[in-house]
């Protein structure tokens, strides 16, 4: 038995997913046009990503139950992804994607044995490394919207919003500071539990 399983890998991209949720409607549909630099994504193409990245390794584990890569057509499949992110998409639109996809992955998450999650999927020749868990490929879909989530903040700040992460670790530095928590009581939090905190957030602690 795994220490940290199917049901573990299924609440944490949840968590993962939700903050996600709370960035695309917290930006306002007249910034979703806005890109960093010429030859970034936009927000709105950025959040289309986000949503469809979960389909390749459903794809993989789900559909196909591979066991190798080798012969795998990669180049069609993410030319695929690039060509519909340049579609235009309304807010709406996106969310609905980002819910959808959320939940199914979730689910298909979910329904993983251990042992299948322990199952090796190998790559093809001369990639390092030449194998990985399904377990890793699957929490990679996490940590791969995690690093676009993290993006998405920095372009929420040039456009003239605080990320919601930030105002709430803000609103506890405050309440720490005063030595009281929002209820004003009194509130003792031991190192292990704000790590815990921390892990079950899918996220740092780090302001961004």
């Known amino acids: 038995m795994n220490y940290y399983g199917a049901k573990d890998l299924a609440d944490s991209f949840r968590t993962v997913r939700k903050n996600t949720l709370v960035i695309a409607n917290e ?23 986000i949503s469809v990245v979960p389909k390749l390794q459903e794809h993989i ?4 139950k591979l066991n190798t890569l080798e012969g795998f057509d990669f180049p069609g499949y993410f030319m695929a992804i690039m060509a519909a992110e340049q579609e235009s998409r309304t807010k709406p639109q996106l969310i609905a994607l ?24 190998s790559f093809r020749a001369g990639m390092t490394p030449p194998s990985k868990s399904r377990f890793e490929m699957l929490l990679g879909v996490k940590e791969h919207e995690m690093h676009h989530r993290a993006q998405l903040m ?10 919601h992460l930030t105002r709430d670790m803000m609103a506890r530095m405050a309440a720490m500071q005063s030595g009281k928590g929002p209820s004003g ?3 003792f939090t031991t190192h ?17």
Not at 61 to 64: I, Q, S
Not at 154 to 163: A, D, F, N, Y
């Open 27 to 49: 930006i306002g549909e007249e910034q979703y046009g806005f890109r960093p630099t010429p030859e970034t994504r936009t927000v709105a193409q950025m959040l289309f990503h």
């Open 61 to 64: 584990h789900g559909e196909l």
């Open 98 to 121: 980002l819910t959808e996809s959320g939940e199914r992955y979730a689910k298909f998450l979910e329904s993983l044995s251990d042992d299948f999650l322990g199952q090796h999927v």
């Open 154 to 163: 920095m372009m929420e700040r040039m456009v003239g919003i605080v990320p």
């Open 185 to 187: 009581r009194l509130v």
């Open 192 to 208: 292990k539990e704000s790590r815990h905190e921390s892990r079950l957030a899918g996220r740092t602690a780090c302001p961004t």
